[in-house]
């Protein structure tokens, strides 16, 4: 079946500590996003891209790294400048212009 | 930046009632989208409205949209249950495949 897949689903990090979440989808879909929603919260856009080889920063970029390598997949790293990293990740992707976003299951970020 | 604000942040109603929730927005827009998100999942993607559409239908929901009033309402008739989840509207305001915009959402509650 087509769709997103987002792991690990839930992850740890220490302090000083760099993790990345994983994205991949098999919709062949251009665009990709990443979104950070805290409790009660509406998604706040981080990263997103639009093409291969290419992305902008979102809302909420200070603290976050991110990779379009291959169409497929769009990894998100969440560095230790990231002072508030606890909240819920969520990956999704879209087709030709103006059309709906496909979302991952999430990742759910904590520190230890 | 969030275009979308829902309107009631949260609503609870009995098996079997209708539940309408409001979206306001702040600028022109290609089409507005309605999601839901169940607890700890991804968002589903439920309807999307043309700017120039007045009116969709989709099995029990109905969505309207005003553009002079930069507005937007989602109805569930005949309420289940399972229809408890958030629902979030969101915006798509730009060119090509540009983020949707997204609002905090309305926590909707049905009680059996």
């Known amino acids: 079946d087509g769709g997103i897949t987002q792991s690990p689903k839930y992850l740890f990090r220490k302090e000083g500590q760099n993790v990345t979440l994983s994205c991949e989808q098999n919709l062949n879909h251009d665009a990709m996003y990443w979104y950070r929603q805290d409790p009660g919260q509406g998604l706040r856009l981080i990263y997103y891209s639009q093409i291969v080889n290419d992305f902008q920063k979102g809302d909420i970029a200070e603290g976050y790294s991110v990779s379009r390598e291959k169409k497929e997949s769009f990894p998100l790293t969440v560095t230790s400048a990231q002072k508030n990293p606890t909240a819920f990740y969520l990956c999704?992707?879209?087709?030709?212009?103006?059309?709906?976003?496909?979302f991952g299951d999430g990742t759910r970020l904590s520190i230890l | 930046s969030q275009q979308g604000e829902e309107d009631p942040q949260a609503l609870s109603i009995q098996e079997g009632e209708n539940a309408t929730m409001n979206c306001s927005y702040k600028t022109s827009i290609n089409n507005l989208q309605w999601y839901r998100q169940n607890s700890g999942r991804g968002l589903v993607h439920l309807i999307l409205i043309r700017s120039n559409e007045r009116e969709k239908h989709s099995g029990r929901l109905r969505v309207t949209l005003d553009t002079s009033k930069k507005s937007s309402s989602l109805l569930i008739t005949a309420s289940r249950a399972a229809d408890t989840a958030s629902y979030f509207c969101a915006t798509d305001a730009g060119r090509g495949n540009t983020p949707l915009v997204f609002g905090k959402g309305t926590r909707l509650s049905v009680i059996a």
């Open positions: 999704a992707s879209s087709g030709p212009s103006h059309q709906p976003q496909h």
